[in-house]
């Protein structure tokens, strides 16, 4: 069946340095990637997004590179803080539907001071 | 902040209970939308609605039972639960279907006894 992973269930990395998420999706219609944060007791916040027609994205210290060859997405953080400590989700959909997402496990990152 | 806010943050309920979860989005969205979350599960996508109607019912159990009197409001009707419906329900709004989900509300985290 359809599923999207993360490879590591918990990511510990000092402050300051350089975070790299990882994801493995295996349906290969899907087109449309997002990337999540969650923080303890909150609701899950969107962090940045992609198509397929797109292999590399950037916002405020966050890269979301894609590679659908091997069906793989990864989530760069740069100069990790204390503040990015939480749960780390992938997604997927097809573009016309984005609503109907299909979500990783998720991978705890952990931010040592 | 987000804009989508989700009453009650938290809920014990027998098994023979009836009660609702309630979701009110204040972005001008319609679309809304149900994910269950469990411990060490994936967000499972339970309900999507578009303009107040149902377009996805994710194979969810009919002791679930939800409502969109509007596009501001989303409820789920509980009742006769079990003890694995424990969980956090969280609500979710996008603009429509095809646009990218990015506001998610708090949560509603639901004991079963």
């Known amino acids: 069946g359809e599923s999207v992973g993360l490879h590591l269930p918990t990511l510990s990395v000092q402050e300051g340095d350089n975070s790299i998420i990882n994801c493995a999706y295996s349906n290969s219609a899907s087109d449309y990637f997002i990337w999540y944060k969650q923080e303890s007791g909150k609701g899950p916040q969107f962090i940045i997004d992609i198509r397929s027609n797109m292999d590399k994205r950037q916002g405020q210290r966050v890269t979301v590179l894609l590679n659908k060859t091997v069906k793989h997405l990864s989530l760069q953080i740069a100069a990790t803080q204390p503040g990015d400590s939480a749960v780390y989700f992938c997604?997927?959909?097809?573009?016309?539907?984005?609503?109907?997402?299909?979500f990783g496990q998720g991978t705890t990152l952990q931010v040592k001071p | 902040e987000t804009g989508v806010t989700q009453t009650p943050r938290h809920l014990v309920m027998g098994m023979t209970n009836k009660k609702s979860l309630k979701c009110e989005q204040h972005?001008?969205?319609?679309?809304m939308y149900w994910y269950k979350q469990s411990a060490k599960k994936p967000l499972e996508l339970m309900f999507v609605y578009n303009f107040k109607e149902q377009t996805e019912n994710n194979s969810v159990p009919s002791r679930f039972s939800p409502e969109c009197p509007n596009s501001s409001h989303l409820f789920l009707h509980l009742h006769t639960l079990q003890p694995e419906d424990s969980a956090l329900y969280l609500c979710?709004?996008?603009?429509?279907?095809?646009?990218?989900?990015?506001?998610f509300g708090p949560g509603t985290r639901l004991l079963v006894l």
């Open positions: 979710a709004s996008s603009q429509d279907r095809v646009t990218a989900m990015g506001d």
């Open positions: 972005l001008g969205h319609n679309a």
């Open positions: 997604a997927e959909s097809i573009s016309s539907n984005t609503g109907k997402l299909i």
